[in-house]
């Protein structure tokens, strides 16, 4: 066995990798982080690997500072940009802390899956339009957005307006941004963090890169 195998089975072996159906879209989350500073190629290889399991020991000091939510909230903070998940978690404990049966129903989407998600209710394909976005379009394609659902005591799904209104009430903070404030399509689920770009340039950004 030569150290170029052993290498890629050390890379085989990760378990939690993100994203494995498109590397090149886990590169470029990974270096939005500045943890991936190789050719945006997407094959995975030695510097993609030891900036993935820099992702995760990040992650899991941040869920251990801030604190742990149910699987389903887990799962989908972690598909956030590192930078985007302190903040989703303090979110998520002072919106819980009010009593809001609150969860992180949705983070990052590659492109494909956002794709997938718009053609849901479009081109004869069954189901309701839950997006306006294509691929390449929506801030959850740029790995810091998150969707809430809030849910009653006994597991049911509120769907009504004021419960997200008390979310956003105990929830809001400066590094934040709330799409109940959006003017045009009101979307009082979403939470994003603030990166005070527009998303063309964040968009830009992430494909190339080139970060500030
Ligand atoms: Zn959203």
Redesign the pocket.
Known sequence: MDAGRCDGKEGDAMSARLFPDDILFFQRLLRSDSLYLGELDGIWGPITEAAAVEFERRADAIAAAVGTFDARSENNIRTLAARAQRPARAFLQRVRAAGIGARII?GTRTYAMQEALYRQGRFGNPGPRVTNARGGQ???NFGI???IGIFTAGGGYVTDGPAYDAAAAAGAAPELAW?GDWVGFV?K??WQFATGMAAAELRARFESGDWP
């Open positions: 949705s929506s801030n959850h957005a998150w969707d799409g979307d689920p979403h």
